[in-house]
C-alpha cells in the first residue's frame, strides 16, 4: 500500500502564477475564474479544487505542476503565427525544411508532455484509491 503524500498546494499555486505570468493572488483567482476569497481560503485551508485547476491549466505539464520535478514548458517558445503574407494552406514544398524541423520538435515537447500528463494522472489515481 502507498502512503498518503501531502501536495505542497502553495508550490502547486506559486507554479500555476510563474507560468502564465500572473502577477499576484488576485491575477491568479481572476485567470481561474474564482473570488479572491475563496483563493485566500484554499491558502488558509491548504486546499485547491484540482479539478478546476486542471482545466484550467491544460498546457502545463501536471507532473511538473503537482511535483515540480519535470521542465517546465512554456507554450510560447512554442507558437505558430500566420499572418497575412502567410496563407494558410501551403503545399509541402513550400514550406522550409527549418520550419518542418520546428514543428516536429513542437510535436516531440507535446507527447513528452502528455506522456508525463498520463503518468500523473496514475499516480493520481493510485494515491486516491489506496
Partial sequence: MMKNRKFDKRSILTRVKAFYQLK???ALAQ???????????WYARDTIDFDL????????DLNWLITGATKNINPNDYTIEL????????????????????LKKLISIQEET???????IKLMEKLIND
Fill in 83 to 102: 499572418t497575412d503574407s502567410q496563407p494558410q494552406q501551403k503545399n509541402h514544398e513550400e514550406i522550409p525544411d527549418q520550419e518542418i524541423d520546428r
Fill in 114 to 120: 502528455i506522456s508525463a500528463q498520463a503518468k500523473t
Fill in 31 to 41: 485567470f481561474l475564474g474564482i473570488e479572491a476569497n475563496t483563493l485566500s481560503n
Fill in 24 to 26: 499576484n493572488n488576485a
Fill in 53 to 60: 485547476l486542471f482545466s484550467k491549466c491544460n498546457k502545463i
